[in-house]
């Protein structure tokens, strides 16, 4: 409500000065209006309200007024000048002399320190020039310079400490600005890197079922005249194959609907893992390529990201084994191997390797990207290229 409020009196400063000036300007107002009408003065109270040099002068102090947070400085210029002609006519003091300290505490609220505090010396200045030239100067007479000098010290000091204050308000505005930009910034990139594991995990599930289920599928054209309980196997392997992909890119999809998964059981079940190898294995085998599957070293728990990173980077290679190694491929080896401080994953085929003119590591999708990615997020390090032996080999170490 605060914060509504300065926010629209900082877009109606004419208005909201004009309102604080308007008590001052009716009051001499109706004071003149009485002298005009004949009645009885009562203009005394304002010391000789009814005089004309008295009313001309009260209103060129109170009218500058209306625009001092807008032009500070050039209403304090106006406000000493006519009170300095107001000395000069001896009109004595009255009551719209208090803009005077009213256009000090403007400049000292809005306008530069040195700015100030020269209004400052001005101010304390024509106050000693007023008591000289006083014809009644005496020690009551320095006791009120003293009153005033207060008076008008107080108004400054307010003035500073009101500027500071504003300043230290924006500067909170500006930091709670910047830091709601950090937040969406961050809110961003926390989007982008979700959406980036997504593709990396749609990719590595779609293309690995896919060439299960392609290959499965051309065995099963091949094979439905001659042995059909054997091409009937190999839809049967199709169906399973479709049926885990799209329970797992079901999984995957859930964190982009709203609320989240369904809460069955698959929304808790565990993320693939090298517990979960065998499987896949299985799959490349039921597609009618040979792998051999080793474990060495003194399994462990390791943390959900390795597993994860260590299944997705051998499935991708049995992937790209299945698709690009050839029709003379003999069989495909996978090494996992527990070390003391780091897993190692080996993915050898005796296949024909690289394609001719295909640099090793390239040309085949984002699969080898995919797998570099996610193995540099756990500060590992991943090779692929041609085997000592022939064949293409795929390397992946990642730090325990």
Not at 24 to 40: C, E, H, K, R
Not at 326 to 342: F, I, M, Q, S, T
Not at 366 to 374: A, T, V, W
Request: glycine share 12%; net charge negative; proline share 4%.
């Amino acid at each position: 409500m605060f914060g509504k409020v300065r926010e629209w009196t900082g877009r109606h400063l004419v208005l909201v000065d004009t309102i604080g000036v308007a008590p001052f300007l009716l009051l001499y107002a109706s004071t003149l209006l009485s002298s005009l009408g004949g009645a009885a003065s009562d203009g005394e109270a304002l010391g000789r309200a009814s005089d004309p040099a008295h009313m001309t002068v009260a209103f060129a102090l109170l009218l500058p007024l209306v625009v001092r947070r807008r032009f500070p400085m050039a209403v304090f210029t106006v406000v000493v000048a006519v009170a300095g002609v107001q000395m000069w006519l001896g009109v004595g003091l009255i009551v719209a002399d208090v803009a005077l300290p009213v256009a000090l505490y403007t400049v000292a609220a809005h306008c530069r320190p040195a700015w100030a505090v020269a209004a400052l010396g001005v101010v304390e200045s024509g106050l000693f020039l007023a008591l000289v030239r006083s014809p009644h100067a005496d020690w009551g007479s320095w006791e009120a310079f003293a009153l005033y000098s207060f008076l008008f010290m107080l108004c400054w000091v307010t003035g500073l400490y009101m500027r500071l204050r504003r300043r230290y308000v924006l500067g909170l505005e500006e930091r709670a600005q910047w830091l709601e930009h950090e937040r969406d910034a961050r809110a961003q990139a926390a989007v982008a890197a979700e959406r980036e594991r997504i593709s990396r995990e749609m990719h590595d599930v779609v293309a690995h079922n896919l060439s299960v289920m392609v290959v499965q599928a051309e065995g099963a054209t091949y094979a439905v005249d001659r042995d059909p309980d054997r091409a009937k196997g190999a839809m049967a392997t199709v169906a399973s194959t479709g049926r885990s992909a799209l329970s797992e890119v079901r999984g995957i999809l859930g964190v982009l609907r709203e609320g989240g998964g369904r809460g069955g059981e698959d929304e808790y079940a565990p993320r693939p893992g090298i517990d979960g190898l065998d499987r896949a294995v299985e799959q490349v085998r039921a597609a009618g390529l040979p792998v051999e599957l080793t474990v060495g070293g003194d399994r462990r728990d390791l943390p959900t990201g390795v597993e994860l990173a260590a299944f997705r980077v051998v499935q991708e290679a049995l992937t790209n084994a299945l698709k690009h190694a050839g029709p003379e491929v003999g069989r495909v080896r996978v090494e996992v191997d527990y070390g003391a401080d780091a897993l190692e994953l080996r993915v050898l085929d005796d296949g024909r390797g690289v394609s001719s003119g295909e640099p090793a590591g390239q040309g085949r999708g984002q699969g080898l990207i995919g797998m570099r990615e996610r193995v540099s997020v756990h500060g590992g390090s991943l090779r692929a290229g041609p085997g000592p032996d022939g064949g293409f080999e795929v390397v992946a170490t990642l730090p325990l």
